[in-house]
């Protein structure tokens, strides 16, 4: 996060917590895209992450007093962010897991323009690999090679070590890798 | 070290390798290794098409309801922050503004407001009936004892905007039904269930309803109607029917608001655009017009949610919106 944009942040708060509520739409206006994709890929469905991208900017509302910058605003959102897909995924765990996979190939069947998914086969079977992994491979997978978060900066979001990160991000890839190479083995070369 | 526990010493520390995040010492025996063994050399390829896969994923769009909505969160506007008791019905999630309620509410707000949009009813035989015992806190209501609103006299037609909710018991409107939706003597009960199917084996000829109606909700009243909706609703829609009935109802509104020379087709994209976006699979079952804690509101329910090998709609939302279109409360079933 380059210094200017965090410092721009920590003004933003300021204002916003002297009681200029427009800085808070600033706030949300440089947040709300990586939310609504951390999310989106966390849940792996538009209108879960819709709803839990609220859900962040209403925590983050309701918490954004008690950011004291100890860190970079971003590294705190992404914990507050993070901290609130989890508590989604545990939510909603307790339905079929079924759902998400026959959701996105309904989906995935219909036609007409307002699909919010990807259009490339091979991408959603990449996003569906990736819904495959384990929560906390899945966030570092996102954060890293999404999101371009560096392993210090996802250690201090997750709160692990450098080397918890190393691992999930090592973890995660191996199995991504054995998944595309099972999806490849099914339906010919992969085309990314 | 044999080969063996040297490549998955090796495997482990390949990821950060390809990072550039490993120590000079371990970047040199990593490379060490790369260079005499060919499943290693093969794993790290695997790795890095798994990265550019990964990598080639596209960035979404954020949807322009969901921006316009992050833009309204007031915190002082939480003021129903205190959750009901929950039995099963999974805990309420208070929002601000639930994309759902917020935009459909708005959508529907137009079309209940269109000041030329006469919905017209039975006035005459209404029987009062007490609330179900199943709950004390249901308000009282009174219920109409006729037939479908749009099956009645054109002659008897009550503007739906005008209504005031205060002195209008007895009175209620239904908008999107071509079919009877009460019994003769109908009770409660029965009101709860309308817009449902009478039977589970009717649910393709059972249509969502609008009502504006006279009842006075509280969080716990809110919360038996979710789960009565819930409860009644269980298994009678298809992920199937989210597509026939979703289109057909919106089409109904599009044509009552048409018919009474409102511009019908303006309510057609927000309530199609919110009901995408929310839940591809989610077919609104039930529309009330009535009030929250003496405040005019929106109850919407939407089924949606299906898996397991079934393609039936397993769960219920419940939104309860004010006037402007921000959801009060938000049910979701389990």
């Known amino acids: ?192 | 070290m044999n080969e063996m526990s040297k490549c998955d010493d090796v495997q482990e520390l390949l990821s950060a390798y390809i990072d550039n995040e490993l120590a000079d010492d371990e970047r040199r025996w990593v490379g060490a290794h790369l260079d005499e063994c060919t499943e290693c050399r093969a794993t790290v390829a695997a790795l890095q098409e798994a990265i550019a896969a990964v990598k080639s994923l596209d960035d979404f769009e954020v949807p322009p309801e969901l921006t316009s909505n992050l833009r309204g969160i007031e915190p002082g506007k939480r003021s129903h922050a205190v959750a009901p008791a929950k039995r099963w019905w999974a805990s309420p999630r208070v929002a601000v503004f639930v994309a759902t309620g917020a935009v459909a509410a708005i959508a529907l707000v137009s079309l209940l407001t269109l000041s030329d949009v006469n919905i017209t009813g039975n006035r005459g035989a209404t029987q009062e009936a007490t609330s179900p015992a199943r709950d004390k806190a249901m308000p009282q209501q009174s219920v109409p004892a006729g037939e479908s609103l749009l099956n009645a006299s054109k002659s008897e037609a009550h503007d739906i905007d005008s209504t005031d909710l205060e002195n209008s018991a007895g009175t209620e409107g239904v908008l999107g039904s071509g079919e009877k939706t009460l019994k003769d003597g109908a009770v409660d009960d029965e009101l709860l269930l309308r817009g449902l199917p009478d039977d589970k084996d009717a649910h393709a000829d059972a249509w969502p309803k609008i009502l504006a109606s006279s009842k006075n909700y509280t969080p716990a009243s809110i919360e038996t109607l979710a789960g009565e909706l819930h409860d009644s609703s269980n298994g009678l829609y298809t992920v199937e029917d989210a597509g026939e009935k979703r289109a057909a109802f919106v089409d109904k509104i599009v044509e009552e608001v048409s018919a009474q020379g409102g511009e019908g087709e303006k309510t057609r994209s927000p309530l199609n655009a919110i009901l995408d976006r929310t839940k591809r699979a989610a077919l609104p079952i039930y529309v009330e017009k009535a009030k929250f804690e003496n405040k005019a509101c929106l109850v919407i329910a939407i089924k949606w949610g299906f898996g397991g090998g079934d393609s039936r709609l397993y769960k219920t939302s419940l939104y309860v919106t004010n006037l402007s279109g921000w959801t009060i409360f938000h049910y979701t079933s389990k």
């Open chain 1, 1 to 192: 996060m380059p210094q200017d944009k965090a410092d721009l942040d920590t003004v933003l708060i300021k204002s916003y917590l002297a009681g200029d509520t427009d800085a808070f739409n600033e706030l949300v206006g440089k947040y709300e895209r990586p939310a609504y994709n951390l999310a989106y890929r966390m849940v792996g469905n538009a209108a879960d992450a819709a709803d839990l991208t609220q859900e962040i900017f209403v925590r983050l509302h309701r918490n954004v007093k008690t950011f004291r910058g100890d860190s970079a605003f971003s590294t705190w959102f992404y914990r507050l962010a993070t901290n609130c897909c989890k508590d989604w995924l545990r939510k909603e765990s307790r339905r079929p897991p079924t759902q998400e996979i026959q959701d996105t190939l309904v989906a995935d069947g219909g036609a007409g323009p307002s699909r919010l998914y990807e259009q490339s086969e091979t991408k959603a079977l990449v996003q569906k690999a990736i819904s495959a992994l384990p929560e906390e491979q899945r966030m570092a997978i996102v954060l890293h090679d999404l999101q371009g978060y560096s392993y210090e900066e996802i250690a201090s979001i997750a709160e692990v070590p450098v080397g918890t990160v190393k691992s999930r991000l090592s973890r995660a890839r191996l199995k991504l890798a054995g998944s595309l190479a099972a999806i490849k083995e099914q339906n010919g070369r992969l085309s990314v």
